[in-house]
């Protein structure tokens, strides 16, 4: 059982250091966003996991957690990259642009 | 072995956002990288945790992400209401 | 009455979880959570019916494993693009329809996107969720929703939509 948890956490290792340098490489704030909330997503959770294979007496919290983290990490980002919309940063690159007529219709 | 793998991996990838938090051409760029390292930071208490046998880190770990999304959600209004 | 015992148990399961099985962390538990909702429950609105079971056993057995495989799908594709030295995106901020009403239901939808492949949520009006994607698909509005979120709408529509 402890190979299982030891080889999940080096899976965790690994993705966030590809979130890492996912921030490090996109061009603008919204590609960034999506390789740092995606990777370091899936990063806890298998150390999460890997913790519950370590010492099984700790899973009802770590699940807690686990719980916790798949609520509130895309709703930070989700929030973070409206206000950065209203704020007037623009999509590099973009070749559709949706969100631009609705906020023009709302004011 | 597969704690000096682990922490060397999660090293790589909190300079690199490290890089950006301090880079990052406008304030939007630097809160997202804070978000990244807050959620990584949990997982590190995690490994610590079972590094040291010590059930407590885990609350440690759980009191940690409350803040961190509350320090996002907060960022992210006082950012939208100052421009 | 019912809002007070729904938030009461509500409160005691956290607790709980998160201080563990001993007879007086127990029984203080109840206390302070009985006294708190009884306090709250102005402030809250939650409705507790019966069928909640079985929409959290639908929501478990039905929707999580969706969700899991295709997170580990959005990491992979996460992967690839990154490491690729050319860096092949092709970002967009497209609008998508959508049936699922219910304030809880559109926001599980919203993550649940922003955690698929590519896709990540910005914002939502009362039928359309604006979503910035890595790799723009298509033309029309129906074509983007069979891309991005067909795999989600059915499951979410038949449970949150009673």
């Known amino acids: ?107 | 072995m597969i704690n000096i793998i682990y922490f060397i991996l999660v090293s790589i990838g909190i300079l690199f956002s490290g890089y950006r938090l301090i880079k990052g051409p406008n304030h939007f760029d630097r809160v997202v990288s804070l978000d990244v390292i807050n959620v990584m930071i949990i997982g590190v208490l995690v490994v610590i945790a079972i590094i040291a046998k010590n059930e407590m880190l885990i609350d440690v770990a759980i009191a940690y992400g409350i803040l961190g999304f509350l320090e996002t959600i907060v960022f992210a209004k006082f950012l939208e209401v100052r421009s | ?162």
């Open chain 1, 1 to 107: 059982m402890i190979i299982i948890g030891k080889i999940l956490l080096v899976i965790s290792g690994l993705f966030y250091a590809l979130g890492g340098l996912g921030l490090l490489r996109m061009p603008d704030v919204y590609n960034r966003a999506q390789a740092g909330t995606k990777a370091t997503t899936l990063g806890t959770f298998s150390a999460l996991v890997g913790a519950c294979f370590f010492f099984p007496a700790w899973t009802p919290k770590l699940l807690l957690i686990l719980v916790f983290v798949a609520i509130t990490n895309p709703v930070g980002s989700s929030t973070l990259l409206r206000s950065a919309y209203r704020n007037g940063v623009k999509p590099e690159k973009a070749t559709v642009d949706a969100l631009k007529e609705f906020y023009e219709k709302e004011v």
């Open chain 3, 1 to 162: 009455m019912k809002k007070i015992i729904s938030l009461s148990l509500v409160m005691f399961i956290i607790w709980v979880l998160m201080a563990g099985f001993n007879v007086q962390e127990v029984i203080v538990g109840a206390a302070v959570s009985i006294i708190l909702s009884v306090i709250l429950s102005n402030y809250v609105q939650m409705s507790f019916k019966w069928n909640i079971i079985i929409k959290l056993l639908m929501f478990i057995l039905m929707y999580i494993p969706i969700l899991i495989i295709e997170l580990i799908k959005a990491n992979l594709d996460v992967a690839k693009r990154v490491l690729n030295p050319n860096l092949p995106i092709n970002p967009g901020i497209v609008k998508v329809p959508t049936k699922v009403k219910s304030d809880l239901g559109k926001l599980t939808l919203a993550n649940s996107i922003t955690l698929t492949p590519g896709t990540i949520s910005i914002d939502a009006d009362v039928e359309n969720v604006y979503i910035h994607w890595i790799d723009v698909k298509g033309e029309t509005a129906e074509e983007h929703q069979k891309h991005i979120s067909s795999s989600f709408e059915g499951v979410l529509g038949r449970i949150f939509n009673d």
